[in-house]
């Protein structure tokens, strides 16, 4: 049975802070501005904020009053937020995050969506872990660690919550992993919600993989392929050499706060009508995947999963599944049908792609909404015999 990870040691806080006042900054071409990667300014305001201002005791003090720890037959120490409701009602609700984020981006939602306050709106026992290989489920140390080796592990960590039944909402790599969960044993998952769903383009092996797409299908994967032209660098690279960018990751708290920065702001901040994601919000993954050493390992990920995997060749599972599209998501309903049940289909032209940070109202109401669309069931049951879990249950 694993340890409870918290507290992180104090002294690999005082090391954090010596190498973050010991940073060796790179000359970069002036007036470049977000063309070139991001520029020095914001960087070294950022930095000055994790070293001078970011609390981490704080963000750990919030991780820990819902965090267990469990043992899985396929990885030893999955770490879980894990918030139960006292509604006699509540729907066991799974959170699936992406990369290169942590169940720290959900903190602000397990309140609403365990107590929302009103009797007409639904609520939820959640579980959001992180994946194996990202911050405190990590690193893992063998390979095969793909979509479906995911969904496996995480519906088995259902299993030992004592849920047999629930909802699955995942964004970002969520959106591949939630929806497998579903297709490997449908009758225990109740409907799949997504955000950021990034398996709904074109198939480029296929004679026309633009058939069937309206003007705004064609436009929105126009937009697609421009705006991957211009960031699919760091995919690239965690695709085929993630272990080569690992080593700079792992030994350069700056070095790790850029690649990651870069996918958490559009290229030029000051003109994207995405919303902000706050420093401190962002600082808290940051320092998850910093003090656990887990970059390289959360970047095998892109290795591990084919690119063809983000073509939707999969069949539908056949679960009602719903998806919210928001500002800067290039999904396109058509190439989704192909290997999803879609009965809801939302579009909003605010938020971002960490809905959770950027819109959490738009997910929440499109949550619940889909929730509610599908009718009670609790879901629950026992814990079975030898399930192995460790930390406060809520």
């Keep these: 049975m694993a340890p409870n990870p918290f507290p992180v040691p104090q002294a690999e806080i005082d090391r954090l802070h010596a190498r973050l006042d010991d940073t ?18 914001h960087l ?8 001078h201002r970011f609390d981490w005791r704080a963000v750990e003090e919030r991780l820990a009053a819902d965090s267990v ?30 990369w290169p984020s942590t169940p720290a981006d959900f903190l602000d939602l397990l309140g609403p969506l365990t107590e929302p306050g009103d009797a007409a709106l639904p609520a939820f026992h959640v579980v959001a872990p992180s994946l194996p290989g990202f911050g405190f489920s990590g690193p893992t140390r063998d390979l095969g660690w793909d979509v479906d080796r995911h969904a496996r592990c995480l519906a088995d960590l259902m299993s030992a919550l004592g849920h047999e039944r629930f909802l699955a909402q995942g964004g970002d790599f969520g959106s591949m992993i939630a929806p497998e969960i579903a297709r490997r044993d449908p009758g225990r998952v109740l409907g799949v919600h997504v955000n950021a769903l990034v398996g709904a383009f074109p198939d480029v092996t ?101 690119a063809s995997s983000f073509c939707e060749t999969r069949p539908p599972s056949g679960v009602p599944t719903a998806v919210l599209n928001l500002l800067g998501d290039h999904g396109v309903r058509v190439f989704a049908e192909r290997s999803h049940r879609v009965v809801r289909w939302t579009e909003h032209d605010r938020g971002g792609h960490f809905a959770s940070l950027q819109a959490p109202d738009l997910l929440l109401d499109d949550l619940r909404a889909f929730a509610h669309s599908l009718g009670p069931d609790s879901g ?15």
């Design 24 to 41: 060796r900054w790179p000359d970069v071409p002036s007036g470049a501005g977000w063309s070139y990667g991001v520029p020095p300014d």
């Design 44 to 51: 070294r305001e950022l930095a000055d904020h994790w070293r």
């Design 69 to 98: 720890v469990v043992d899985t037959p396929d990885h030893a120490g999955v770490h879980a937020l894990y918030r139960r409701s006292t509604r006699s009602d509540a729907v066991p609700l799974l959170l699936v995050h992406g």
């Design 206 to 306: 296929a004679d026309d993989p633009l058939a069937g797409l309206d003007d705004a299908g064609r436009a929105r994967v126009a937009e697609l392929d421009l705006t991957w032209a211009e960031r699919s660098g760091y995919a690239a690279i965690q695709g085929t050499r993630p272990s080569t960018a690992g080593y700079a990751m792992t030994d350069s708290p700056v070095g790790l706060l850029a690649w990651h920065r870069e996918w958490f702001v559009d290229y030029d901040p000051d003109t994207t009508g995405q919303t902000p994601v706050e420093p401190d919000a962002y600082l808290a993954d940051v320092a998850s995947f910093w003090f656990t050493r887990t970059a390289g390992s959360a970047m095998r990920l892109y290795k591990e999963v084919p």
């Design 380 to 394: 629950d049951r026992p814990v079975p015999q030898g399930g192995r879990v460790t930390g406060e249950q809520r």
